[in-house]
Structure formats: C-alpha cells, structure tokens
C-alpha cells in the first residue's frame, strides 16, 4: 500500500509571528502620514525656538519670552477669555438645554436639530454678525444714535474682552447643549413626575435629580470649551479689540507682522503645551465622569 503523503504545516509560532508582522505594518502608512504633516513641523518648530537663527540649542529663548510683559498680557487675556467664555456656555448651555428637554413647546426637535448645524458653522460668522448688529455703525447703535440723536456710538461693548467672551459664548455653546440634550434623554421621566407628586419644587427636582445625572456631560463639555476657546483665533482677528492680544493673535503678529520667527515659534510651543495639558484634562474628566457617552452625546 503506497504511503499516504501528510500536508506539511507552518509551526504555529511561525504563523503567529508572521501575522503580528503583517498586523505591524498596517501602522507604517499612519506613522509616516503624521511624520510627514504633524511630527516634522512641529520639530522644526521646535528646533526654531530653541536654536533661532544661530541653530545653538539654548532655553534663553523662552526666558526672554516668559519674562516679556507682551507674553503676559497675552496669557493673561488667553485664560481669562477661556475662563469667562466657558463659564457662560455652561450656564446658558444648561438653561437652554433644560428647556429644551423638559418644557415641552413646538419647534423642540427643531431647535435640537438646529443646534447640530450651528456647531458646523465657521467662528467667524458670529464674530461678522456682531458687528452687523452691536458694531460702531451697525443696527442697535445707528438705531439708537437715530431715535436718540446721539452724535457718538452708545454701544461699544463689542470691541472690548466682553465682546469677544459674548461672541465665544455664542459660538460654543451648543458644545455644551449638545452631550446635556443627550445626557437629559436618557433620565427616566418617572423619577421627576414621582418628585413632583411628591411636592419637590421645580428648583429641587432640578437640584437632585437632573444636575446629578448631567453633571458628567458638563464636566466634559465644559472642559472641551475650555480647550477650544485657548487656540480661538478668528473671532479675536475678525473682532480687532483693542488691547486684547491672545497667545494665538500673537503668534499671528509675530509671524506674519513682525517677522519674529524665533519668538512665535517659543510662544507656539508654549500654547501647544498648554492645548496638551487642557486636552489631557479633557480625557481624564471624560474617563472618569461618563466616558464617551458624554464626550460624544
């Protein structure tokens, strides 16, 4: 009886290595994209503000740069601006989103909708319709200037810090609705109508029982208008107030106006690290309080 010939198999560890491999190189295209459009910018930036024009890798650079009252103003107004701006798009954020979800009225999955298609908008459009309305010579102040006969602006608010914090809020905060009208759908309606029934006051219902539950979309919310309203630049630009310099607007001026490479590239890294320490904040309140659900909504 001739002998049945057996099919030679690949030892097991052979095939796992080779499939690892073949799972490994799936990463190169990635890696070389970033390498290409993110790692070799940054580091020649980096390189720029270490080195400057003399390529000796010193840190006098950024002492001169952290000691300059320009920078200061900048990071000054850049924090408080941040502040301000995401404090006022939680608050308003969570009134119009209470309303929203729980004061039943017409047009509601409307202005839900509504809400998704402001958020794709560019910032500068608020910035524009701003001026339109609250400018030197736009609709509330040639109205006023008109009825009252007034020979100067009444309203000037606008090309003040309190302009640009007033346009941020508007521009962000459907960032916040967004996670709380998600997080508001998903609270069991008994529990209020149980509360109600009860006696609990509309304050109180609110207090513990709805804050409660949306507290994790507004931690995550609140820290993802924080970090954006850091790096905002066009609503600054487009606004033009004055004495209010940010760290992004100068990196602007120093690049592009000025021609100080050197010090834009210090003050970038700088505003690069302060975007990555809020950024990393941001993903530890959202793994900790409510994980993707209320990153996401």
Known sequence: MADIATPVMAPPARAGRSGALSRNLWIAPPLVVLAAIFFYPFGLIVAQALGGDTHTLTLENFTTVLHSRQFLSGLYHTIAIAVCASAGCLVLGFIFSL???????????????????FIALPTFLVALAFTFVYGSAGLLNQSLMALFHLNLPPVDFLYTQWGVVLSEITVYTPFIMRPLLACFSQIDNAQIEVASSLGAKPLRIIRQIILPAALPALLAGGSLCLLLTVNEFGIVLFIGAKDVITLPLLIYGKAIQEFDYTTACVIAVINIALSLGLYACYRTVVSLFGGRRAALG
């Open 99 to 117: 309303v929203i979800a729980f004061v039943p009225f017409p047009g509601a999955r409307f202005v839900g909708r509504l809400i998704d298609t």
